[in-house]
């Protein structure tokens, strides 16, 4: 039985399946990244819900497993060498899913390398633009009386939202005919803007006519679905 004592993190949510896969999250776009690809593997795993908004992920706990006080985070007991692996960042955890696995990545060196490049696009972009829209749109800048920062990110995300439609001419898929962790890395982000976030006029949503076929192609996958509720909100 793996001993997963040497995580303080384990303390405070604690396993009661250590040889399972333990993840700790919270169903926002990037926690569900992690529960989709475990849900489309199909690996055991258990999840533990960091309430985020009680600031459960600035506890000196979580904070020991993941110093930028984010979710998700993970910790195999099967990691490399067999040995236990904490890891953050919820597109390294793809990209280490992926990999563990061999599957959701393209094979082939170049469509291997591909796939990972549009993960980092949604890391380095869509996520952070996007983000900013749900801020100055539907949280606490929405008070701000200049709208300018709004108009911008909303502007910056209609550009990306374009990148995207772009991509997929021609494609069921980012990477083609194959569903890959570029697709899972995007469909929580784009399904919160035009939905949690109500942005979806903002950004001229409907005026793309791949991006919209693509989400619910995604939305519609038995997996995808069971990933959007995991962990369970308190």
């Given amino acids: 039985m793996p001993d997963l004592s ?3 993190i384990a303390s405070r949510w604690p396993a009661k399946y250590p040889d399972r896969l333990q993840l700790y ?5 990037n926690g569900v990244k992690v ?3 475990l849900e489309e593997l199909e690996l055991p795993y258990e999840p533990h ?3 985020i908004g009680r600031n459960e992920s600035w ?3 979580f904070l020991s497993l993941n110093p930028n006080g984010k979710i998700p985070a993970i910790i195999d007991p099967d990691g490399p060498d067999g040995k236990p692996l904490g890891l953050f960042e919820s597109g390294a955890i793809l990209l280490y899913l992926a990999e563990k696995t061999g599957k959701l990545i393209s094979a082939g060196a170049a469509a291997h390398y591909e796939t990972i490049q549009w993960v980092f696009f949604q890391m380095a972009a869509i996520g952070p633009i996007f983000g900013q829209v749900g801020f100055f749109h539907k949280f606490a800048g929405r008070e701000i009386e200049d709208k300018r920062p709004l108009q911008r990110y909303a502007d910056e995300s209609k550009r990306l939202l374009g990148v995207l439609e772009t991509r997929l001419d021609g494609r069921q898929w980012v990477m083609g005919d194959e569903y890959t962790i570029a697709d899972i890395s995007m469909l929580g982000w784009v399904r919160n803007l035009v939905g949690f976030y109500g942005a979806g ?3 001229a949503f409907d005026s793309l006519k791949r991006v919209p076929k693509w989400l619910e192609r995604g939305l519609a996958r038995p997996a995808v679905q069971r990933g959007l509720e995991i962990p369970k909100r308190p």
């Fill in 35 to 37: 529960s989709i690809a």
């Fill in 201 to 203: 006029e903002l950004v």
């Fill in 49 to 51: 819900a960091v309430d």
């Fill in 6 to 8: 040497a995580f303080p």
């Fill in 59 to 61: 506890t000196p706990e």
């Fill in 25 to 29: 999250s919270f169903p926002t776009p």
